[in-house]
């Protein structure tokens, strides 16, 4: 998806470097989650995928095109759920539908599956407005699955949920992930989200962006069997999912103290 992807901003009268080389692929259905400190390029990386910002030097491609622009193969949720306040839940999800020309009866029938996978039964008149941050975010994946895109891209999806309905929003995700599995990008600064839902987490360091690593998470779930447990803590709780978790820490602040500030000292290895 990402081939040699720079990207610089002027600010002022300076060239800022957001991301520099950033290279990697998402695979066919696979579920590829981003994880870096804040200022790194995470939304930039994103924004690039749905075509909203291009790449200074290098290639974005999507399937086998170049992005130019966003697109019906690529659906987005953002952290703000960017619902439309004067439709109502049911309306919300069938508004892509209704853009591409998809019938009535195909649309409702679409609209009732997703009411139902999400838990918005009994909310399908409501307006966001009425409804808690963690529903409106339901919609919000409902619609973008709706739409049945080819990738689904995601930028901190939950984080404006408070901590309880961010599990259950977690739990559910990964269900329909098994249930429906597509291909996605999804951003996040929680490691722990990052481990418990995606195939591969790919590492980045503070800005410039580059990639630190990129962690194979799909063997150790399927090895450990974390699919077999119902509920998140139970999964957190595993040796193999703590272990991959420090792991992916210790990357992180590895380049945190890398660009302590001289005058500081900092424990050479
Ligand atoms: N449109 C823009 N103009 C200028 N600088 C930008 C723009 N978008 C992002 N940046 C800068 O690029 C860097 C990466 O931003 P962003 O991708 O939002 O990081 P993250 O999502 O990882 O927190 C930041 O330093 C940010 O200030
Ligand atoms: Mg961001």
Not at 141 to 170: C, H, K, N
Not at 235 to 257: G, P
Request: hydrophobic content about 40%.
């Amino acid at each position: 998806m990402f081939t040699n992807v720079k990207r610089s901003f002027r600010r002022r009268d300076q060239e800022v470097l957001a991301l520099d080389d950033v290279s990697f692929e998402v695979g066919e259905k696979e579920f590829v989650a981003i994880v870096g400190p804040s200022g790194c390029g995470k939304t930039t990386l994103l924004r690039m995928a749905a075509g909203l910002d291009f790449p200074t030097s290098g290639s974005v491609r999507v399937g086998d095109r170049e992005v130019s622009g966003p697109g019906p193969d690529r659906a987005v949720v953002f952290q703000q759920f960017a619902l439309f306040p004067w439709k109502t839940v049911e309306e919300n999800i069938a508004f892509g539908l209704r853009c591409r020309g998809i019938d009535a009866d195909a649309r409702s029938r679409i609209v009732a599956s997703y009411v139902e996978l999400m838990g918005l039964q009994g909310y399908e008149r409501a307006y966001p407005q009425q409804l808690s941050g963690g529903m409106q975010q339901r919609v919000a994946i409902a619609r973008s699955y709706a739409l049945d895109p080819d990738v689904l891209l995601m930028d901190e999806p939950f984080g404006a949920l408070d901590a309880q309905t961010r599990v259950v929003m977690q739990e559910e995700l990964i269900k329909l992930c098994r249930v429906n599995p597509r291909t996605a990008l999804f951003i996040t600064h929680s490691v722990e989200e990052a481990v418990y839902l995606a195939d591969r987490v790919v590492v980045l360091t503070r800005r410039p962006g580059r990639i630190r690593e990129i962690l194979d998470i799909a063997s150790v779930r399927r090895r450990e069997g974390w699919d077999t447990y119902e509920r998140i803590e139970e999964v957190m709780d595993l040796e193999s999912f703590v272990h991959l978790r420090t792991r992916i820490w210790r990357l992180l602040r590895e380049r945190q103290e890398d660009a302590a500030p001289a005058g500081i000292a900092v424990k050479s290895a």
